[in-house]
């Protein structure tokens, strides 16, 4: 008993502490945090009810926990309780997650996010395993390898998902309007993406961009591609983000202020601190401004894919035809603590240059139409070796952009509008 009175004792000294480094911060910032913060009279009275708790705990649960593995629970619980991308990391997730992006592993090549805290894909990356399978955006995965997953983390979803490659791993899916699950057994195999995928000059001197994601290299590989365009006669462009799940930030405002005016807003990140809001702006000198754009986004665009998209056609430099975006746009800070684990907090939002929010909002298209999956002559419905021209023809909401970029009163109209 002595223990779990020193314990108790431990705590309250944690918790005047706690506020007096909260008091601190108060202090410097002005009084300027909002009225829903806690006032010191609240804060000594939950956290008195923390340590009560503990000490319950330690006293009378039926086996022995330490404080640790306390302290580190209740942590878990009160930051994903925040919100699906906020988590505590224990120091060996915090090391995974910077090791995470070096060296060589099996995956399927999906992006998933917890949507109403179920398991849902964003998007399958193009020609991954997933994408060959037959995933699709919006998929909810209720089990993987029939375990539920039910109260999974993000991390907890990578983890299982990831392996040896070759190896394979079942998904229990439930598909959007439909009543019965799907089965998905799928091979892992290692996913190397290109982040330009197809870059061609098609029907009448409109060139095609299709972005995968957004990587380091996106950037200066995007410009290549357009020099190599207007060197051709390049009259039209279309940007296809469909399918494409984001990636870095720096990116998609690298391949946005290609067609902006210098000073023009790309992307705005707004939080609960002010001092901490960014507005990122187009910095080009020499931008693109004297050829019509259409971008092609569908349920499976997502976060940089719709900083692009909206940044484009705000600034009335382009047209977006496809299916509303799936509305991915937060922004999570990993903060360490002093013993080596972290928070991963979400901490703001972005913002398009018109001032509307992304998040669980999405992006709508001007021309809004579902993709149709194309019919050959022989009629089969897929076709296993086609060239991207061939693809191309038969896509439906290409030949939709295709025929608005010739029409340009049309055009104009739909831009202005």
């Known amino acids: 008993m002595r223990r779990i009175v020193f314990l108790s004792a431990a705590l309250l000294i944690l918790i005047s502490h706690s506020l007096s480094t909260v008091l601190a911060v108060e202090d410097s910032l002005n009084n300027e945090l909002t ?65 995470d992006t070096f060296g060589e592993f099996g995956g399927l090549g999906i992006k998933v996010t917890l949507r109403d805290n179920t398991l849902t894909v964003v998007s399958p990356l193009d020609g991954t395993p997933a994408y060959k399978a037959g995933i699709i955006s919006g998929d909810r995965i209720l089990k993987i390898d029939n375990k539920s997953t039910k109260d999974f983390t993000l991390d907890d979803a990578v983890k299982v998902l990831r392996g040896i490659p070759g190896t394979r791993v079942k998904l229990t ?12 057994t799928i091979r892992r195999a290692v996913i190397r993406i290109k982040s330009i995928k197809d870059a061609l000059i098609i029907d009448d001197n409109i060139g095609y961009v ?9 950037g200066p590989d995007f410009s290549k591609a357009l020099k190599r365009f207007i060197k051709k006669g390049m009259k039209a462009l279309i940007i296809d983000l469909r399918n494409n799940p984001g990636g870095l930030l720096d990116a998609s405002v690298a391949v946005s202020e290609v067609f902006l005016k ?10 609960r601190d002010k001092h901490k809001d960014n507005i ?15 971008v092609l986004i569908n349920k ?17 430099r382009a047209l977006i035809v496809g299916e509303k975006s799936f509305g991915k746009g937060s922004v999570q800070t990993v903060m360490p603590m002093k013993d080596g684990s972290a928070i991963r907090l979400t901490t703001s939002y972005y913002y398009t240059p018109s001032g509307a929010i992304i998040h669980e909002k999405g992006v709508s298209p001007d021309i809004t139409m579902e993709l149709e ?16 021209e061939e693809s191309l023809e038969k896509d ?22």
Request: net charge negative; proline share 3%.
């Open 262 to 271: 210098e000073s023009d807003i790309v992307v705005s990140i707004k939080g």
């Open 396 to 417: 439906n909401q290409v030949r939709e952009a295709i025929k608005l970029l010739k029409d340009k009163t049309r055009y104009k109209s739909l831009l202005e509008a």
């Open 35 to 99: 009225e829903s913060f806690l006032t010191k009279e609240d804060i000594f009275y939950e956290l008195g009810l923390f340590a009560d708790a503990i000490t319950l705990v330690g006293a009378d649960y039926v086996k022995e926990v330490t404080a640790k593995e306390m302290i580190y629970g209740a942590l878990d619980g009160m930051i994903s309780s925040l919100d699906s991308h906020s988590s505590f990391l224990t120091p060996e997730e915090y090391i995974d997650l910077k090791t």
């Open 173 to 184: 899916i439930i598909r959007e309007q439909e009543s019965n699950l799907r089965e998905f």
């Open 300 to 316: 499976g665009s997502a976060s940089a894919s719709e900083i692009v998209a909206s940044a484009l056609r705000d600034n009335k």
């Open 373 to 388: 999956a194309p019919v050959w002559p022989d009629g089969q419905l897929v076709k296993k070796k086609i060239s991207i």
């Open 280 to 294: 990122y702006r187009s910095d080009s000198l020499k931008p693109y401004l004297d050829f019509p754009i259409v």
């Open 210 to 218: 299709k972005i995968s994601d957004f990587q380091k290299r996106t």
